[in-house]
């Protein structure tokens, strides 16, 4: 268990964060809309800082998985490190994924092929808004990040654990999250971005930066 303090934030420094995150957000989303067509309304985004070793809790107790969940993960390392989750707590309907994948007429009776486009979709989903939005944090605070490619995972609450693994214990975790839905469909998720204590550290600096440059 780590001993270390939490770095907080201070109120402007959280303004600020959470208006790039607004940014960051609604392009992706932008991004979205204009491939499959369908609108994405967006939350207001939240920021929590918490100690690593109630990560798993947390995101247990926030994000109420069942067995047809799906998560989509993607890692990506730099000044900004972490793990960016997109899960969607409920299956994706027949006429929504007919949509999404532009397959007009799928198998209904062939549940590996449904199973394997419906994975294909979110991952295309999450490939955009993961991307786009770390993309344009990333951006706005002058730096950049590598991406590994984004996994997709059935949604099981253990399925959390392998997120801890990319965490230093000794840390803490930065949450950016976000809800969102899509318009006229029955079909909501969570985007999250889990990052550490390094992170944290250089985000503040970072975020003090961007401040500086507006005064």
Do not use: C
Not at 94 to 120: C, N, V, Y
């Amino acid at each position: 268990m780590s001993n270390a303090p939490i770095p907080l934030f201070s109120n402007m420094e959280k303004q600020i964060l959470q208006e790039i995150m607004n940014i960051a957000f609604g392009s992706a989303s932008g991004d979205l809309e204009e491939i499959i067509g369908v609108s994405v309304i967006l939350h207001i985004p939240e920021v929590e800082i918490i100690p690593i070793e109630t990560l798993l809790d947390y995101l247990e107790e926030n994000l109420k998985l069942k067995d047809e969940s799906t998560i989509i993960e993607e890692m990506f390392t730099g000044d900004f490190s972490g793990s960016a989750l997109l899960m969607f707590p409920e299956s994706i309907k027949p006429d929504l994924l007919a949509l999404l994948s532009g397959i007009k007429d799928l198998p209904h009776d062939e549940e590996p092929e449904i199973d394997r486009t419906r994975k294909e979709v979110f991952l295309e989903i999450g490939n955009i808004l993961i991307g786009t939005s770390v993309g344009k944090i990333t951006e706005l605070l002058k730096t950049s990040v590598s991406y590994k490619p984004p996994v997709a995972i059935d949604g099981k609450p253990e399925d959390f654990t392998h997120v801890l693994a990319n965490i230093n214990a000794d840390s803490v975790a930065i949450i950016l999250k976000t809800y969102f839905s899509f318009k006229n469909h029955d079909l909501n998720g969570t985007m999250m971005i889990v990052s550490s204590h390094q992170s944290v550290i250089w985000l503040k600096n970072a975020l003090n930066s961007f401040l500086e440059a507006y005064r």
